[in-house]
Structure formats: structure tokens, C-alpha cells
């Protein structure tokens, strides 16, 4: 019963100030690196964010010193799932077929604390993979204040081509839960785009390319007109669509039809990733989860030689960075642990991407990008979304895994 009673106080043991003035060794505002900075929050914005020598303080602020920190704003992840988990506890078609949504719902809760106390504060989850519209629920119960978690935009089932997606391998006669709802069509995708928006989905998510069967490579799976009409009603709703897409047709099918992010790319040219460029489309490369996945196959990491699937996913960003494509960061988090999406920033940073750059990304870029107003900077006006690492993330990312202050919304989640 102790601990029962231990368990709870500290799941509920948040702290609000008035105002709070937060004084670290250095500031990363999301664009530069700062020294002798402080930042002031009053109530759930940030009041001030300067050189503290400039800062008049008052009475009845309370002052958090982070000696040996960078604060920084908080993490926004672009690519994760909430109601998965690594596939080597469990695969996915097991969790498709095995997990019900209210298991998975469960677990759900405990991977969006584990991401907020790892300072991801906003998180992009792209599709519930088989469990309905419980992501849109998993939101609901984080904005109401009943469990604790980061602010989340949500794509609900996702949307495939009819007959590409998964699970798969069963005869005609037995009908199984899919990852995504299918729709073929101008006028059926139409209408899943519109139910998807008025169940709560917060942008659209689509196929373009999938594997159509077991052992196949990728091919293309909507028709150019049917992403088109994806996303003119998406559009007209206020909304957006982004694509899966890894094949170099998939990848200009979608760019062409209005997505506004590809997912993965793995496969993308140097021609496609130019046409990317000139579209203002971003790439979340997911570089995280195919490292996973290797080594869920029997690689170990840092071990030559490297497998066929990483060799390719990392030509693929410097051809991607070459192009001068914008780099969301968003790293599949589910495809391996929750609360570890300092991985994506680390292979970022191993693959040819400077860490200022990946601090960007995963800051004000995904801001700007995820069309998220006062968000990913520490500015006066913005939201008080705000994190502390432990060391200069900029001289070695790895600090990234060491986040000791934990803000959301003007809240102190973590103070180590």
C-alpha cells in the first residue's frame, strides 16, 4: 500500500509557479546557442529569454538555477506511434492481431510519460496501426490533465490502397483488423479523408507505396489522382496530408499530389529529393527505426559490415541533405523504445548532419513545419515548452540522453 500510495503521489507530483526564472549555464533558443542566458515564465509563456545581466527581477519569482545545463526548447517528435512498442518484445502482426486497443491504449499512457520525461513535450504520432481512433482518445485524456504526456497531433487509422497493406497471409474467407483503412478511388478516398477529420484526426496520413506481397519490394499504391483528391479535402478542411513513402514514384507520386512531409524515403533519388526542394516538401528520414530493425535482425550496431537496409537509408539523407531538402526529425519511435528519441539525433549527427542543424530540426523546424505557432523557441510570447540536458548538446549530442528539467505548458514535470 506504501508503495501503491508513493506511486501515485509521484505520478501526480507536477508543479505549477506563478512565475519561475530558469538559469542554466547556456540557452539554445532553437536557432543559436547562447551563454550567461536566463529565461522567465509566467504562467504557461515565456516572459523573457535573454542575457540575464538584462533581466530586473521581481518579487515572487521562484528561481530554478540548472548549473552544468543547456536549456533548450522542448523536444517535437515528427514520426512516432504511441500504441506500439519494439518489435522485438512483440511483432507487428501480433500487436495488430493479439494486443486489443484497450491494451494497447494502456500501454499508450505509459509511453507518452516515458517520451514527456525524456523531454519530447510535442509528438506527431503517425497512426494508431490497428487500434482505431484511440490515439485520438490518448490525446483527449493528455489534454484534459489525466495523464501526463506531451501536446500530440494524431493521424487516427491512416489511410492505405486497398489490398497493399498488413497483416497478411490469410486465405479470402477471414476477415482481420488491418494496420490502416483502406480506400480505393476518388470518391471513397474522399470520404475516409473527410470521417478520418471528423473522428479527430489532426492531419491525414497516406500509403503511397507499400509492398503489395510477402517478400516484395515497395511499390506505388495510390493513383496520383487519388492523393490529389486526398489532399483537396484535406486542404479544405484546414488540414494536411503526409506520406509513407520510400520508392522513387511513390515519393514523387506524393510530392506532387500535396504531401507536405515524406516518411522514410529510403529509396528517394537525388531528382526526387530536388523536386522536394523545390515543392517545400521535408523528409522525416526515420533514421532510428531501420537501425532498430538491423539490429533486431542480428546486427550490432557500430559492427562492420553494415547491412544492405542501413548502407542505403544513410545515401539516402546525404543525398537528402545534399539536395538541400528540409530535415524534419522524427525518429518511428515504437519500432523501438519509447522515451529513447535521442537516437534519431544521434544518427543524424553520425550520418552527415551537423548538430546544430538536428537541434533545429527537432526544435523550431518541426515548428514550422507541423504549422505549430509559438512553438519550438524560447521567445517572449511562446509557450513555456522547455527543457534542460545535462553538458552542449552542439559540441556532443549523446547529452541528449541526459535531460534533467522537464516543462510543459508553464509545468514542471522533472527537476533531477
Known sequence: MKNLFLGIFSFLSFIS???TLLVPDRVFDGEI???????LVKGNSIAYAGPRAKLNTEAGITTINLPGTTLMPGIIEGHSHLLLHPYNE???NDQVLKESPVERAIRGTV?????????VTTMRDLGA?????TDVYLKKTIEEGIIPGPRLLVAGPAIVATGAYGPKGFHDGVRVPL???AASGTDEVIKTVRRQLGNGADFIKIYADYRWGKGEPSQPTFLLSEIEAMHATATSAGRYIVAHASTPEGMKRAILGGAETIEHGDGGTLEVFQLMKEKGVALCPTLAAGDAISQYD??????LPEPARIQKKKASFQLALKAGVTIAFGGDVGVFTHGENYRELELMVAYGMKPLAALKAATSINAQIFHLEHLGQLKEGFLADIIAVKGNPVETISTMRNVSFVMKDGVVYKND
Open 33 to 39: 546557442m547562447h551563454s550567461n542566458w536566463a529565461v
Open 129 to 133: 496501426e490497428g487500434a482505431g481512433y
Open 111 to 119: 509511453h507518452a510519460k516515458n517520451s514527456l520525461m525524456a523531454g
Open 179 to 181: 494496420g490502416a483503412e
Open 17 to 19: 509557479y506563478a512565475q
Open 298 to 303: 542480428g546486427w550490432k550496431a557500430g559492427s
Open 90 to 92: 512483440t511483432n507487428w
